[in-house]
């Protein structure tokens, strides 16, 4: 049976109607919000790259976890930098670093689930996200360093750990890492599809972790691979990773799709910070509308079959009533 029988306009007539029937919603629990701590700073500084995100020093992000509290967010995505980069990452796993410090500081006593980035291009002189020499990234030496700051990172409170270095048995690394030392409840979220973009720069910016030379194509995927990124997350569930990610979103929702009808696991998607960069540039210019395109684009999404989204529009939206 078609028209003129069926008329789904009927469904639609009213707000009320088109809100009952509403099939995809946003809870803002499924929201997290990436944060950037920067020990150097005495006061919050902004990222110009992300209009409304700032780098804080550690008292100052006090201020963040209340809001994200009292707006029932999911919890908190934590980047951190060092006080000096090195050669060999150090100060990713240095107790002493400002990661650590606000994991003790909050774990325990906030409601929100801390997760904690685990990456050492903030970390390195060369800004690749592993060791190595000369733009190029040892992945065995690698594995040792990123399962060493889990660890810290556990130990100081992190409910998660989530590796983004895209090196090859990190999650291996890591589980192995955090059950020899006792850590067995830590979860590891793997940002298991995890692809080379452009959509990352202001987020370089921010963290001032930009590769020296080179690029990161010898260790995050090409986007233009589909199957590629299937692999990468069926060997991150054989690794034991707890929850998968797909990163970026928009230009991969097709890939977000594929891996909810593959993996029974909870599954992230990032909203990084080009796409966070671009609707704020367009927003000032006035030719979007803002508190309607975050919405839209946050449903996108859910609908594709996102279970959590990692998204600096987390705050703003939720705070200001948009979903
Ligand atoms: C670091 C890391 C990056 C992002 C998350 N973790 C940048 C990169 O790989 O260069 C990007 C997040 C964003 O753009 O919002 N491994
Ligand atoms: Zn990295």
């Known amino acids: 049976m078609g028209y003129p029988a069926v008329r ?101 006593t906030t409601s929100l689930t801390l997760i904690a980035d685990v990456c050492l291009c903030a970390y390195t002189r060369s800004g690749q996200c592993g060791l190595g020499k000369g733009g190029r990234v040892d992945n065995d030496t690698t594995l040792s360093a990123l ?12 409910d998660w750990v989530a590796p983004s270095a895209m090196a090859d048995g990190q999650v291996s690394a890591l589980r192995a890492g955090l059950d020899g030392a006792g850590f067995k409840d830590t979860a590891i979220l793997s940002y298991g599809l995890k692809s080379a973009s452009a959509l990352y720069e202001p987020f370089r910016e921010a963290e001032d972790s930009a590769p020296e030379v080179g690029d990161r194509k010898g260790y995050q995927m090409d986007y233009a691979n589909a199957r590629e990124g299937l692999r990468e997350l069926a060997l991150d569930v054989e690794e034991g990773a707890d929850a998968l990610m797909v990163k970026p979103g928009l230009t991969q929702l097709d890939l977000l799709w594929r891996a909810r009808e593959r993996f029974s696991h909870p599954l992230a998607a990032y909203h990084v910070s080009g796409e966070y960069a671009q609707v704020k540039a367009a927003a000032e210019k006035g030719w979007v509308t803002e508190e309607r395109l975050v919405p839209e684009i946050l449903t996108a999404f859910f609908r594709a079959g996102a279970d959590i989204v990692f998204t600096y529009h987390a705050l703003e939206a939720v705070e200001k009533g948009w979903l």
């Open 147 to 158: 399962s060493r700051t889990a660890v810290a990172y556990a130990s100081a409170g992190a």
């Open 8 to 108: 789904l306009r009927r469904l639609r007539r009213t707000p009320w109607l088109r809100e009952t029937l509403r099939e995809t919603r946003i809870v803002p629990q499924r929201l997290f919000l990436p944060i950037f701590l920067d020990p150097a700073l005495s006061r919050e500084e902004p990222i110009a790259a992300m209009p409304g995100q700032f780098r804080y020093p550690l008292e100052q992000a006090d201020a963040i976890v209340r809001r994200a509290e009292k707006a029932r967010l999911g919890g908190l995505l934590l980047f951190g930098r060092p006080e000096r980069k090195r050669e060999d990452g150090a100060g990713a796993w240095d107790p002493r670093g400002v990661i650590p410090r606000f994991l003790r500081r909050h774990s325990g």
